[in-house]
């Protein structure tokens, strides 16, 4: 580990009544650590990569105001700029607990994703300070991406596993992976541990810092078996064919319930139909962020699509009701802010506009300046390539669960468009998310039912008794534990208190496509570039 840069600032601070004077010292503390330093906790820097850690020390008062407002902000901009510039690959931030800083080696402190510390939490408690961790693991035949093992029960366990903790623990529950090989030949609380995020099944392989290769297959199951939610770590003995997996969930009491609504809402998005040629938003919708490492968004198909078979708007399969300059634009909330603002321009890469009132969009421009949209005139403006550095944007995601029973209860978090108050439904754009309570009713399997034609009949429903309103539409269905079980396709024409739901089982199909066609993009593209 080597000091990159050490800055020290002072403040001198006059009490004119007391006569005297004070000073506030913030220290600045940058250390580059290559990757032959054992980073044993939280650590996803692969064979010959570094890591900068930037450190302060002053006045903690108000939340650390002074440390960050006399110079430690503007450093870290400053590292991320350089380092964006100089470095190629995906460049990410990560926090740090402060108390390992002071107590331990910096390169074993415990470390977060930022998208898992909210400004709502009171504290976060950091496992060396009394949090819990399970850990699964599994040992056997590593074939065809260890499928025997997850097929002959270990899958079942960590859902087990995951369901038990949530029911017992309060606060905030999480799934890690981590390298099998420090498992079999380290203590486990000295395992290096991977964001699931960062793991993509592109990758051919993963490298711990103690040397250690694991396979994303065998990280996170067979492909073809793995749900949405799943984040469990497997691998393999090089020497012999031995198989260790395993999943780590931490549990900490002081963090604020990650299920709640306001925990959720950076996931959910605002979805727009903007017509270009007449500088105008034509419809507006809901969604989620269901792949935050390839920037994918699941709406409704009615949003974007013609499922009413309207001969005035295009026929049914045609993008966007057939306007020949329209794009789809996502508006998402930044953190700390309860009002979305309209950040990227999306393009549609996955439907079945026959079958499912749901559809994949892949987030492929930025503005350049977010756009608070309350009117739905919108002018052409500056918009730049995002879509091979959407990792670095952040998003949250939200998880999906083919699970429900009747009676359970349920959420719909959406941007209603009915009017609230004074204002009118129709004149002004709602940037704000509503959440509406409900329950499960029944499955609704219309599978059996006869094709008229080119028309939209949908293979499979839930049907939930919930209000909901205009805009609603591709708004998650969360349950207790902030899981989406759905999204909302339409109200009941009659009893307004009852809609249906698009299943995550039918959103999953899509997403499927959306990924694998993400990746042959990527790889079709790869060969163009060796052959160039």
């Known amino acids: 580990m080597k000091t990159a840069i050490y800055a020290k600032i002072v403040e001198e601070v006059e009490d004119v009544n007391a006569n005297k004077r004070y000073s506030h010292v913030t ?7 290559e990757t032959d330093s054992p980073l044993y906790v939280g650590s996803n820097v692969s064979s010959g990569g570094r890591k900068l850690i930037a450190s302060a020390k002053g006045c903690e008062g108000s939340g650390g105001e002074k440390i960050w407002k006399l110079g430690y902000s503007t450093v870290l901009d400053a590292i991320e700029h350089v380092v964006n510039i100089h470095i190629k690959g995906s460049i990410g931030r990560e926090v740090v607990c402060p108390g390992c800083l002071l107590k331990n080696n910096p390169n074993r402190a415990t470390v977060w994703n930022s998208d898992d510390v909210n400004y709502s939490d009171e504290s976060i408690m950091c496992p060396s300070s009394g949090g819990r961790k399970l850990i699964a693991s599994a ?60 793991v993509n099944y592109s990758d051919e392989c993963i490298m711990c810092p103690s040397g250690h290769e694991a396979s994303p297959h065998l990280l996170l199951g067979p492909y073809e078996d793995v749900d949405d939610n799943m984040s ?10 031995a198989y260790s997996a395993m999943s780590g969930y931490s549990g900490y009491s002081t963090y604020t319930n990650a299920s709640k609504a306001d925990a959720l809402l950076p996931g959910v998005v605002i979805v727009a139909l903007w017509d270009r040629a007449n500088n105008r938003v034509v419809r507006i919708g809901s969604g989620f962020i269901a792949d935050n ?73 930025k503005f350049e300046r977010p756009v608070e949209l309350d009117r739905n005139h919108l002018t052409e403006r500056s918009e730049f390539p995002i879509s091979s550095q959407i990792k670095n944007e952040r998003l949250k995601r939200l998880r999906m669960t083919t699970e429900f029973q009747r009676e359970q209860e349920v959420r719909v978090i959406g941007f209603r468009q009915t009017g ?47 209000s909901t309103g205009g805009s609603n539409s591709g708004g998650p269905f969360v349950n207790e534990v902030g899981e989406v079980i759905g999204i909302l396709s339409r109200a009941d024409p009659i009893e307004t208190q009852r809609c249906y739901l698009t299943p995550a089982s039918e959103i999953k199909i899509l997403l499927k496509k959306a990924r694998k066609d993400c990746e042959d993009i990527f790889y079709n593209s790869y060969s163009a570039m060796e052959h160039f």
Request: aromatic letters at 6%; charged letters at 20%; one cysteine or more.
């Open 232 to 241: 469990v770590a497997t691998g393999v003995n090089s020497v012999y064919s």
């Open 27 to 33: 220290e600045i503390f940058v250390h580059l650590i």
């Open 139 to 198: 040992k056997g035949c590593e074939g065809s991406g260890g499928e025997k093992i997850w097929k002959l029960g270990y899958s079942t366990v960590l859902d087990a596993i995951e369901h038990v903790v949530n029911i017992h623990i309060k606060g905030s529950i999480g799934r890690e992976v981590v390298c099998p090989g420090c498992l079999l030949k380290n203590n486990p609380n000295r395992a290096t541990v991977w964001n699931s995020d960062d």
């Open 420 to 466: 609230e108050g004074i204002l009118v439904g129709g004149g002004h754009i709602n940037r704000i998310a509503c959440v509406n309570n409900g329950f499960v009713c029944k499955p609704l399997d219309s599978s059996t039912s006869h094709q008229a034609g080119n028309k939209f009949v949908p293979r499979s429903e839930i049907v939930v008794a919930c």
């Open 293 to 365: 490492r390839r920037g994918l968004i699941v709406t409704a198909s009615h949003t974007l699509f013609n499922l009413d078979s309207d001969p005035n708007h295009g026929s049914i399969d045609e993008e966007f009701f057939g306007l020949p300059n329209a794009t789809a634009i996502i508006g998402v909330n930044p953190r700390g802010s309860d009002s979305a603002v309209f950040t990227y321009c999306a393009d549609i890469v996955a439907s079945d506009v026959l079958n499912v009132d749901g559809c994949i969009l892949q987030i492929k421009t």
